[in-house]
């Protein structure tokens, strides 16, 4: 069982960035592969971004690829959403999921969710 707690939403302006964190309970973190997905009010749930277990495979929407960047510490059992860049077009709530296997962009293969964290781009 893995539990994930998001942070780091929030309200900011277009051209902003911010540093979203998900936390992971357990000790197996390393063998979990990673994703961020988001959406938006009266939208599906799309993808952003994933990273596997080791950190050296990672896959990015095209729609944030070059602004946002995932990272992870297997320390501090925390992935990182760095998001540059921002556009009223990514206001969303973003959510972080977690997989045994490496899973991409296929959201239904990920295996725990967090409970998401709001963020909102003003223009």
């Known amino acids: 069982q893995v539990q994930l707690v998001e942070s780091g939403g929030g309200l900011v302006q277009a051209g902003s960035s911010l540093r979203l964190s998900c936390a992971a309970s357990g000790r197996t973190f390393a063998s979990y592969a990673m994703g961020w997905f988001r959406q938006a009010p009266g939208k599906e749930r799309e993808f952003v971004v994933a990273?596997?277990?080791?950190?050296?495979?990672?896959d990015y929407a095209g729609s944030v690829k070059g602004r946002f960047t995932i990272s992870r510490d297997g320390a501090k059992n925390t992935v990182y959403l760095q998001m540059n860049s921002l556009k009223p077009e990514d206001t969303a709530v973003y959510y972080c999921a977690a997989a045994r296997g490496y899973s991409g962009s296929y959201v239904n293969r990920y295996d725990y969710w967090g409970q998401g964290t709001q963020v909102t781009v003003s223009s």
């Open positions: 990273i596997s277990g080791s950190g050296g495979r990672t």
